[in-house]
């Protein structure tokens, strides 16, 4: 019976403390006010209130634990850069933006869609966040956390989501944009690299695996459309589970055709395991794998099977050239963090983090007393409207389904001259292409 | 008497109706419909062309190749589930996580030895090492998931080890992701066990055969301990009735505690094959094969050792073998995608005719 006393104190205090977090995250925010053409009590949306000494709250969505960490991670370091840059320089003290501080509030989104979920609830519930940049993995974004936020009026923007899917008009939650590329415009650079170019296999026929996530599937498609437009035959599509360890049998079915090329743009664990399997039943296939299985943890695990196998991936060698990326942008990172970047989509999420904060300057309105008003609607539209903006990893212009990155420049680079730790040899891209949406299917 | 014969005939005149055998006219339909469907399913497969999408005669020889290696695999954990079933009428859901332990705590061993050329250089010696390894971290782990776990629970409701046990399940992966990382290892593989033999014109990967012959002999082996030895005679005794085996004198706890060991000691042995055959251990993998496993023994017929050893080459073979075979012949595109619920399908199927499985018949064969 004591037990049972016990027990039920600390549902109680359970259940206070969750009432006593939904109230606190309720303050701050839905005050009416401000003036300058926006009426904050009747515009849809209403207006993110931030009081004369508070700090605009800007919210990230990345995974920062698991087995993908480091790609949340990597991003969550590139917004503190942002935040630090925003009074110029790289200082290791964070700027302020219209006179008050930003401060940044992280939530795990686990690299999948429960996690989407749980993130997107959590910030979606916090009336002080102004934007968000996340997600991570474009599962935690579709359907999850772009219509989450969407409904509150928040704006999502991504540094590294890059599915077809999120951008598709069908699809397109209208607070959703993202500064990472859209892999239509890498499946179509892998497709051509297959099918003509110099250094490529120079394919006429090609199998391809994915698995249950978005990204997997937006990129096969794209790459299987371009492949046929550009004369090629699929001669076989196969979908497998990410958990999965036994390929044998579908890879087996895949060779029977005998397809020059295997495209499969699968993770790690399960990418691996198909580099090897597939050196074995079908030595004489072209492979091809994308970024979501460039890793040291690939080169490292499968070996000598990673010989000879083309990775594509964004070309991170273009941005070397940008003087701010290799002289300041770099040192600041280290400096910051203690290592080299983590992955390859922190200027990404640095980028997405400043086309918001250029935004909020223009939308913003000053109270007169020290507080400042900002209508969600027209932050939203502010950010659609970014034109010409020259960021870190290119010029950044947001087309209406928000598509942020213009131009993209995906390079392929052949095992073990990956560009990561690891990589053996020449590790610059073998082949590079330029490309916009325009461009592709 | 006439009275009370007349309401008699009344409601033998009414349910005759009722008394057709329904369930039986089913199921017999339910049989035409499934035979058909795989038939037809089949013959359209067999029938098509290489261009259309057809398999050569190679690929389905691979195919059953491949799916007794993964089956012998699943037949080793499955009989994990099995043994424990009979004994304690628990499903033991950490079972996958005691064959994840073994592999990896083989792996530290065997990526040092391969580091210092000892694999390759005496590749026979470095993988009984590396096997002892891995069956005494299996062991250890059941043998201590029995004891911290399910011992206290011994006379709880059956629904209470159950939990415990997917709890017990949660907590050996998050363990191993706390102290390792959630990050795929590399198993290192010998070079003797690179590449092809021939057996009776069939080429087969070394490593599948090393697995087929591992697994053969520990089904026989076990089959030996269970059926002759004192301790397998204890062991199905207490499967039979554990309060009167312990009336004859038999020490419960002990032959518990053995049965959880044996079950330790396969799923070790499954570790370094299945290492082996996929080269990488990760903290979650003794999920997936943990869920086939259990189907295998279901199947089977849970409680049966032969059950189990047939269940995990049936369902190996219907994963490698179902999907091309049936599937492919309606046009249904990336027919691996359905291999799991093809499975599920066909044990859905197996149960509603034979309700305790493939094997399972009376108490008295349950150990």
Redesign the interface.
Known sequence: MEHRRWFKALALVAVLTVVAGACASDNGGDNTGGNGGVDCATVEFGCVEVGADEAINLGAAQVISGADSTLGQDQVNGIELALDHLDGKFDQKDGTLLDHPVKLTTEDELCSAEGGQTAGTALAADASIVAVVGTSCSSAALGVADKLLGDKGILLISGSNTSPALTDPALHNPFYARTAHNDRIQGAIVAEFSLGSDVGPKAKTAATIADESPYTQGLVAAFEANFEAGGGTITGSEQVDSEDTDFKPVLRSLAEQKPDVLYFPIFVAACTLVIKQAAEIMPDTTLIVSDGCLSSDTLKNAGKAADGVWASSPDLSAFQKNEFYSGEFIPAYQAAFGSDPLSVFHAHAYDAANVVFEAIKKVAIDNGDGSLSIPRQALRDAVFATSGYPGVTGTITCLPTGDCATDVTIGLFLGPGWPVEGGKGDTTAKYTDVKSLDDVL | MAGTEAPRMEAVRLSRFEQLPWRRIILVILGIVVIGVVGIGATKTLTLG?AE????GG?WR??IV??TA?GAIFAMIALGYSLVYGILRMINFAHGEVFMAGAFGSFFFADAYEKSGFLDRDPIVALLIVTAVAIGVSVGTAVLLERLAYRPLRNAPRLVPLITAIGASLFLQNTFRGFFG?????FPKPNVLAGNVTVVGVPV?RIQLLVLVVAVICMAVLQWFVSTTTTGRSMRAVAQDREIASLMGINVDRVIVTTFAIGGVLAGIAGVL?SL????V?F??G???GIAAFTAAVLGGIGSIGGAALGGFVIGLL???GP?LILTGFGI?????LK?AFVFLVLVLVLVFRPGGLLGTGEAEKV
Do not use: H, L, R
């Not at chain 2, 999408?53 to 050569?56: A, D, F, I, L, R």
């Open positions: 290489k999408g057809g398999y050569s690929a691979d195919f491949q799916g993964q959630p990050q795929p290892y590399g990967q299945y055959s996929f080269e990488q990760q979650t993998m999920f997936k094969p994963q490698a073998v091309p595109p990336s027919v691996f995608s799991d």
